[in-house]
């Protein structure tokens, strides 16, 4: 039942997530809205907890970089005194979580 549960959420919300592109890990708010704020926190305890209950290995991560370098210009007045990361930093953070071993882990990318 939980598997199910689980199942579709993460259908639900999966196009959410891949669209989602700048975020900012749960322990360092100061900056974003209140709205936000729990956004976050809730993914990233979800896939903390999901993590757990995911049957034959399979696993589930978050990847959170602060704002792209290259959308600085777009972004750059919201992420004020955040160091920008460059995509393929993001990206290779990407690939630790899916080649990589771990499950239920937030990569940072700073």
Known sequence: MRLQFLTKFLRLIAPALAAKSEGISSSDMEALEAAVVPTVGAIEAFVRAAAIELPHRQRINVVSPTVFAEDMDR??????????????????????SIEGHRSGHVFVVE
């Open 75 to 96: 972004f750059g007045d919201v992420f004020a005194g955040y160091e920008p990361v460059a995509v393929r930093r993001a990206a290779l953070a990407y690939v630790r």
